[in-house]
Structure formats: structure tokens, C-alpha cells
């Protein structure tokens, strides 16, 4: 079975410091993992994938395979960056199922 | 682009009514979902479609949730009866198989009274 772990409910940071959302996940392979983020009154939408190893609005995530962990990082955290984050694992093989966390919610504090 | 569109919005019905949300994907892509979100917590898969097969449904609680994709393209997701714990955002979203990245419609809230 897969499962994606966010332990945070809520992640108070103040403008300009680092964030780090957590997100473990449980799969018995190799995943294809992403971070998806709705802002408030949005729908929502993908934020990055760790196959791409891009970064998006300043944001980084690295697979960590050995610690089954796909942490979210930003060195400067923005107001607009206060959202709902939801870290979200895909078996790439036939099946293709999708599972979320049960998500984190940044506050940015100004 | 419309985006994948859903509705309605909002619904608002009393317990053992039915109720029906109807969700149109983006052009081409061939996978549809259909998720439940309950508050406070992350979207939960009922049924995928893989053009109009339904190739997950094993969390689609059957004795009173329906739901189709005619010809591959629209879906409508049914409850019937509806039931007070069924209140949440009933989300659709649709992706190719090749990308995996999901497209979200901004969700059908559902309010059982």
C-alpha cells in the first residue's frame, strides 16, 4: 500500500526565513512524488515534481530514497507563499494511482 | 483553456436525497479522477478512469455512490441516498498518463443537512 505522511497540520514562519515542509511517504518501489499548492480561493494546482529537479517561486525538493522523505524547502519565505501545501506520491507503473498527504498549511507571518 | 470544469458549485440538500456533480476535464486527457475532500484533510481518491473504463473504484463506496464517463470525456459522480457524512468538496481532476501531473476543477461542496 502507498501512503504520503505530512505530520504538520500548520507551519508559522516569519517573512524571510527558511521553510522546510515535511513529507514522508511509504511505497514499496520507485515513486514519482509532487508537491501540488492552493492558495486561498484557488483550486489546486502542481507546484513541482521531483523528476523535473527544477525550482518553482523559489521552492526546492529533493527525493531522499533512503529516509522515504520529499521534503519542501525554501530559504526565503514570502507572504505569498502562505497556502495549503499537499505532497502527493504516484505509482508509475500500470496502476498510476495518485495519493495525497493530508497537507500543511504555510502562514507567513509579515 | 477553461481548465476541467465542475458542477455545481455548491449543494446544499437534506439526508437521503440524491445529488449529482458533473465534471468536463480538459480536452485530450484521457485519465479522470474523481476525489473526496473532507475539512482539514487531504484529497482522497473514490474512482479513476482510464478513458471511460473505470480502472480504480476500490474506494467508491458502491451501495451509494455511482459514477460514469460516457463516450471517455464528462463523468458524473451520483449519491444516492445522501448521507450527513457525506458533506465535503467533491473534487474532479484529469491528467495524461504520460505527465502525471493532475488538473483540478475548484471542487463541488456538498452540504447534507
Known amino acids: 500500500a502507498q501512503r504520503v505522511t505530512q505530520p504538520e497540520k500548520l507551519l508559522s514562519v516569519f517573512k524571510g526565513a527558511p521553510v522546510e515542509l515535511k513529507c514522508n511517504y511509504s511505497y514499496s518501489g520507485s515513486p514519482e512524488l509532487f508537491w501540488y499548492v492552493q492558495y486561498s480561493r484557488q483550486r489546486l494546482q502542481l507546484l513541482l515534481r521531483h523528476i523535473s529537479r527544477e525550482s518553482i517561486k523559489g521552492f526546492t525538493a529533493d527525493l531522499n530514497k533512503g529516509e522515504t522523505s520529499f521534503h519542501l524547502k525554501k530559504p526565503f519565505a514570502q507572504e505569498e507563499d502562505s497556502a495549503m501545501y499537499y505532497c502527493?506520491?504516484?505509482?508509475?507503473?500500470?496502476?498510476?494511482?495518485?495519493?495525497f498527504g493530508t497537507g500543511t498549511k504555510l502562514q507567513v507571518i509579515p | 483553456e477553461a481548465g476541467v470544469v465542475q458542477s455545481p458549485r455548491y449543494k446544499i440538500i437534506e439526508k437521503k436525497q440524491p445529488v449529482a456533480f458533473w465534471c468536463n476535464p480538459i480536452?485530450?486527457?484521457?485519465?479522470l479522477y474523481w476525489y473526496l475532500q473532507n475539512l482539514g484533510q487531504g484529497p482522497e481518491l473514490l474512482i479513476r478512469y482510464e478513458n471511460e473504463e473505470a480502472v480504480d473504484d476500490s474506494q467508491l463506496p458502491k451501495d451509494r455512490f455511482s459514477a460514469e464517463r460516457l463516450k471517455g470525456v464528462d463523468s458524473t459522480l451520483k449519491i444516492q441516498p445522501a448521507e450527513l457524512g457525506d458533506s465535503a468538496v467533491y473534487l474532479c481532476?484529469?491528467?495524461?498518463?504520460?505527465?502525471?501531473?493532475?488538473?483540478f476543477g475548484e471542487g463541488s461542496r456538498l452540504t447534507v443537512l
Open positions: 480536452s485530450g486527457h484521457n485519465t
Open positions: 481532476a484529469s491528467s495524461l498518463a504520460s505527465t502525471g501531473e493532475l488538473f
Open positions: 502527493a506520491l504516484r505509482n508509475p507503473g500500470g496502476y498510476q494511482k495518485v495519493t
